[in-house]
T-cell receptor
């Protein structure tokens, strides 16, 4: 079984500051890991995903995440926050059998 | 091409009434998923379809909830005798599916259900 814990339900950063959203996973098999973003009143869209290969994954809008097996983590980062990054971010894990499970989400606020 | 569509976008119903929520997946996507998003609760998995069959119904919260998919396409989530705790946004997603491979899930805009 797979599960995800997102540390911090709310994160607030200043525009131009580093964004760090934390995600730890639990999986009995090698995991596939995802970050999705949900803008207000919209559906979820994929930011990036890790399946196999390179552990540093780059996604859309300047976001990236690093798979660290030893830490069971898949934290999402962006060097410089934009106002347009304000949204809810969801980490998800799958064991490869269409069994994706999502975390509770982290709401990112960007202050001017 | 067209994305995942859901209808209605908003539904207000009285406690005790039945509701049906519809999902039209992306054409050609054989896998279809229903999730429930409650305030502060993240996404709760409800049910997964592969074609018309549902190999994983483990997330349905009670026997008041049921879902079907016909023709390998449209899916309907039915909630009988709605309760106030059923109020949430119900999200549908679809993906290509192949054993041992992982494909991105594409989400619809959701149906916001309010039970009064």
């Amino acid at each position: 079984a797979q599960s995800v814990t997102q540390l911090g339900s709310h994160v607030s950063v200043s525009e131009g500051a580093l964004v760090l959203l934390r995600c730890n996973y639990s999986s009995s098999v090698p995991p596939y890991l995802f970050w999705y973003v949900q803008y207000p009143n919209q559906g979820l869209q994929l930011l990036l995903k890790y399946t196999t290969g390179a552990t540093l994954v780059k996604g859309i809008n300047g976001f990236e995440a690093e798979f660290k097996k030893s830490e069971t983590s898949f934290h999402l980062t962006k060097p410089s926050a934009h106002m347009s990054d304000a949204a809810e971010y969801f980490c998800a894990v799958s064991g490869g059998n269409n069994d994706m499970r999502f975390g509770a989400g982290t709401r990112l606020t960007v202050k001017p | 091409g067209a994305g995942v569509s859901q209808s209605p976008s908003n539904k207000v119903t009285e406690k005790g009434k039945d509701v049906e929520l519809r999902c039209d997946p992306i054409s050609g996507h054989t896998a279809l998923y229903w999730y429930r998003q409650s305030l502060g609760q993240g996404l709760e998995f409800l049910i997964y379809f592969q074609g018309n069959s549902a190999p994983d119904k483990s997330g349905l919260p009670s026997d008041r909830f049921s879902a079907e998919r016909t023709g390998g396409s449209v899916s309907t989530l039915t909630i009988q005798r709605t309760q106030q705790e059923d109020s949430a946004v119900y999200l549908c997603a679809s993906s290509q599916a192949a054993s041992g491979k992982i494909y991105e899930q594409y989400f619809g805009p959701g149906t916001r259900l309010t039970v009064t």
